[in-house]
C-alpha cells in the first residue's frame, strides 16, 4: 500500500523536467570543477576545543573572571557553544552568578 502511494505521489512530476533539472546540475558542477564528484570542504567542522583554545580561554578567565560568556566569545573569535564547553569540561568552570547579601543583624 505504501509503494501504491510513493508511486501516485512522484505521478505529477514529468520524468523529462527531473532528467533535465539532474543534467542541469550534472553539468553545472562539471563546468565549475571538472568533475562531478562532491565539492571539496564539505563535512563535519575541525575541532575547535584545541589545547591552545583552551590556554587562551583560561589566560581571559585568569585576567578578568566578570566578562560574560557572550562578550568573551566575541573578544576571542569563539562560538558561545564552544566557550561554554571549554569552561565546563576543560577548565571545570560553572556558570554561577555572584549574589550580593545583606548580613543578618540580632533584631532580624
Known amino acids: 500500500m505504501s509503494s501504491d502511494f510513493n508511486v501516485k505521489s512522484l505521478d ?22 571538472g568533475s562531478v564528484a562532491n565539492r571539496p570542504g564539505r563535512g563535519a567542522y575541525g575541532n575547535i576545543r584545541t589545547e591552545d583554545n583552551v590556554e587562551i580561554v583560561r589566560q581571559s578567565v ?18 558561545r557553544m564552544t566557550l561554554r564547553r571549554i569552561l565546563k569540561l576543560d577548565l571545570k568552570m560553572y556558570p554561577h552568578k555572584i549574589q550580593i547579601v545583606k548580613t543578618l543583624l540580632p533584631q532580624d
Open 12 to 33: 505529477h512530476f514529468s520524468k523529462d523536467w527531473v532528467l533535465s533539472f539532474i543534467s542541469y546540475h550534472l553539468l553545472k558542477s562539471f563546468a565549475e570543477l
Open 62 to 79: 585568569v585576567d578578568d573572571p566578570s566578562v560574560s560568556t557572550r562578550r568573551r566569545s566575541s573578544q576571542l573569535g569563539i562560538s
